[in-house]
C-alpha cells in the first residue's frame, strides 16, 4: 500500500476586490456587499484540492467611523451565509480595524501580522500558504511572512492563480 504525504494547503484571500466587488470606497453595510461570480467556483476548486480558506482584510472604516464592528459582522454573515449553502467555510477571517491616522498597529496590510497570526494560530508553514490580493500591499505582507503573494486584478476573475498552482503541482 503507498501512503503519499499531502501538503497542508491554506489560501489566505484578501476581501474586497477579490470576493466581493471592489467599489472604490469602504463597504460600510451588507446591502453594499456584492459577492463575485467567480468567487463559488473558484473556492470549490481549491477546496476540492485540499485547501483551507483564512480571510486577512483592512477595515480602517471601523476607526474612521464610516461602520462599525457590527456592521462589519453584519457584512461577513451575508458573506458565509452565501458560501456555506456551497459548503465553503473560513476559518477565521481577520480584519484590521486600525488607521494610520489615528494608531501603529502590526496587523494592517503592508504588514505581516493578520498573515503570521493565521500560520501561528492554524500551524502551517510559510511555504504552505499563498494569499490572493488585488493590492501590491496584499503581496507585501505575504512575503513579509515569506508567503507567496498573488496580486490580481480588482474584481477579475483570479481562476489564473488556480491554473497556475495546478500547473506547479502546488495543489497535489
Ligand atoms: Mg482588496
Ligand atoms: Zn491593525
Known amino acids: 500500500m503507498l501512503f503519499r504525504y499531502v501538503m497542508k494547503k491554506l489560501v ?21 456587499f456584492e459577492l463575485l461570480p467567480h468567487v463559488i467556483p473558484n473556492l470549490k476548486r481549491l477546496k476540492n484540492a485540499g485547501c483551507k480558506f483564512v480571510i486577512v482584510t483592512n477595515q480602517s472604516g471601523i476607526h474612521k467611523r464610516k461602520y462599525t464592528h457590527h456592521d462589519l459582522n453584519e457584512i461577513h454573515e451575508k458573506l458565509k451565509e452565501a458560501l456555506a449553502v456551497e459548503d465553503i467555510y473560513f476559518e477565521e477571517i481577520y480584519y484590521c480595524p ?6 501603529q498597529c502590526i496587523c494592517r496590510k503592508p504588514k505581516s501580522g493578520m498573515v503570521q497570526k493565521a500560520l501561528a494560530r492554524f500551524e502551517y508553514k510559510a511555504e504552505e500558504a499563498i494569499l490572493i490580493g488585488d493590492t501590491p500591499r ?5 512575503e513579509g511572512a515569506g508567503v507567496r503573494g498573488f496580486k490580481i486584478n ?12 495546478e500547473k506547479e503541482r502546488w495543489l497535489d
Open 12 to 32: 489566505l484571500l484578501d476581501r474586497d476586490g477579490v470576493l466581493n466587488r471592489e467599489i472604490g470606497d469602504y463597504i460600510t453595510n451588507k446591502e453594499e
Open 98 to 103: 486600525h488607521h494610520p491616522y489615528y494608531s
Open 138 to 142: 496584499d503581496v507585501e505582507a505575504a
Open 154 to 165: 480588482a474584481n477579475y476573475d483570479w481562476k489564473w492563480v488556480i491554473d497556475q498552482l
